[in-house]
């Protein structure tokens, strides 16, 4: 999961970069292994400064100076396959044809094939493993395709509309064109979130407009008229016009049920879904199957949640099921998202780090932890251990989410199946694994309900990573099988010893 934006001024003497250097602060969530961002100045020139690690490590007050330019692109980006590398943090570029600047968050699904292409047929060089390299490439083909030396408003909808014919997958892209603008399209799907805003221009001439991945980051910057880009929609934001055409329409519009789960902030709001009235439904309905399987041995003395995504499930539960409301764990801020750490035991090592249980909150009671989800196990089977080390009596907890028993294919980094703790296992098994006295899992109809209730237009979701139905089509069992020994803790952990004897025979040359 990554996070976008892309940013044009109306006044081409302001400069883009502090506002789009907020954007990522505010879509950190998104994304903790890497971070860039790409301005367009006079003439056309674009200005760079990307890398490893968080937005306030990579972007110094000296770089941010070199930034220049009233238009750019800007991203966070977590890994969903292979390992952080510095070639791979984005915005990508290609200078053929027009100088293109590309965001991508998602994946796509026949990456096999279109690197085939771009390499055999297209010609066009690939230099990383990212798939989002091979999107960028696909779009440049289509364009140069053209012939022509300007392009127009017709010519990107021709490019667009090709690459949705080409490229599989989930995607949602925030491009820059050297001199011309800047543009957004989303999946035919509508699988990853983008919006779209705009504003006065400081000096009340003409309008500011910004992409993002979440409608929170437009809302902070005062952008008004805020609407979610449309599956299979394109807009285009020239310096003169702004243009769109929905070029796809798909029978199935399958927003991505997870960015409600956990991924988005709770102050977003995705498809005209509010995230955190999302979140509070899924406790209501976590409550009353709680409720219905414990019946008259329910002997809970408090509901605990796992902060901070699950606070809104939570308190709702708490609230219905009658129970007081603690905060029984203290957070570390300063500790990434360990769901999106890259190796097990990193991982591990990190939910001590970030997680610390206040003893008066679980002493000699039974005690129900609550969680936005549970995939590999990791964090639970570390936080009931915690409870219990602090005198809990008993530890049992709920997932807002169903059982997670399938990898995810669209841009979420879900491990391979073998290393999901639910994945060919019952409730009970789970609950015995992570050293839980009792598991409660939200059932997928209750879940896809408490998203759908709000915006009752959207009928569909992306559930696969619950049910092993992949919206797109195309997941066969050999594409899931490389994403495996791709995804893999072992093969992560295979590539950064290959990786870092290179680097370090590159440096001692």
């Keep these: 999961m990554c996070g976008i934006s892309a940013l044009l001024l109306a006044d081409p003497a302001q400069a883009a970069v502090s506002e789009l250097l907020e954007s990522l602060g505010l879509l950190q969530h998104r994304g903790q292994d890497a971070a860039g961002i790409v301005t367009c100045g006079h003439k056309g020139r674009l200005f760079q400064c990307k890398g490893n690690g968080m937005v306030r490590d990579v972007f110094t007050p000296q770089r941010l100076m070199a930034l220049t330019g009233s238009m750019g692109v800007a991203h966070v980006r977590y890994p969903t396959a292979g390992t952080p590398a510095d070639s791979e943090a984005q915005p990508f570029y290609v200078n053929s044809p027009y100088g293109i600047v590309m965001a991508h968050n998602g994946n796509l699904t026949n990456d096999t094939e279109l690197r085939h292409f771009l390499d055999y047929d297209a010609h066009r060089h690939i230099n990383t493993d990212s798939d989002s390299e091979l999107l960028l490439n696909i779009l440049a083909n289509n364009l140069q395709k053209t012939g022509k030396f300007r392009?127009?408003?017709?010519?990107?909808?021709?490019?667009?509309?090709?690459?949705?014919?080409?490229?599989?997958?989930?995607?949602?892209?925030?491009?820059?064109l050297a001199g011309f603008g800047i543009i957004g399209f989303r999946d035919p799907h509508g699988i990853r979130p983008l919006v779209f805003g705009r504003r006065k221009s400081a000096s009340g001439k003409g309008f500011d407009y910004m992409f993002a991945s979440e409608s929170v980051v437009l809302d902070a910057l005062d952008f008004t008229d805020i609407e979610d880009v449309l599956p299979g929609e394109v807009i285009i934001v020239s310096k003169t016009a702004v243009t769109r055409r929905r070029l796809v329409v798909e029978e199935r519009i399958t927003p991505c049920i997870f960015e409600y789960v956990y991924f988005a902030r709770p102050d977003s709001t995705i498809d005209g879904i509010p995230v955190y009235n999302a979140r509070l439904d899924?406790?209501?309905?976590?409550?009353?199957?709680?409720?219905?399987?414990?019946?008259?041995?329910?002997?809970?003395?408090?509901?605990i949640p796992v902060p901070d995504t699950s606070r809104a499930a939570a308190l709702q539960l708490s609230h219905e099921l009658g129970l007081p409301y603690r905060e029984g764990f203290n957070k570390n801020r300063y500790v990434g998202r360990t769901f999106i750490m890259p190796g097990q035991e990193t991982r591990r090592r990190n939910v001590r780090r970030k997680l610390n249980a206040m003893p008066t909150e679980f002493k000699g009671l039974n005690v129900l932890l609550v969680d936005d989800s549970i995939v590999r196990g990791t964090t639970s089977r570390e936080i009931i251990q915690m409870a219990r080390d602090v005198g809990a009596k008993k530890v049992y907890i709920a997932s807002a989410a169903p059982a997670i028993r399938f990898p995810n294919v669209y841009g979420i980094d879900m491990p391979s199946e073998k290393e999901l703790v639910a994945a060919g296992c019952s409730d009970e098994d789970v609950a015995a694994s992570i050293g839980a006295d009792r598991i409660f899992f939200q059932d997928l109809p209750d879940l896809v309900d408490s998203c759908r209730r709000f915006n009752p237009a959207i009928t569909e979701f992306d559930t696969s990573v619950f049910d092993g139905c992949y919206v797109t089509g195309g997941v066969t069992p050999e594409y899931l099988q490389k994403l495996e020994d791709r995804r893999s803790d072992a093969a992560r952990q295979k590539k950064c010893l290959i990786d870092g004897e290179t680097i370090g025979l590159h440096n001692y040359k």
């Design 282 to 303: 899924m406790g209501v309905k976590l409550a009353r199957k709680v409720k219905h399987e414990m019946g008259d041995a329910m002997d809970i003395d408090v509901v």
């Design 151 to 176: 392009i127009n408003e017709q010519d990107i909808f021709s490019a667009v509309q090709g690459l949705y014919g080409e490229c599989q997958g989930a995607y949602a892209a925030a491009v820059m």
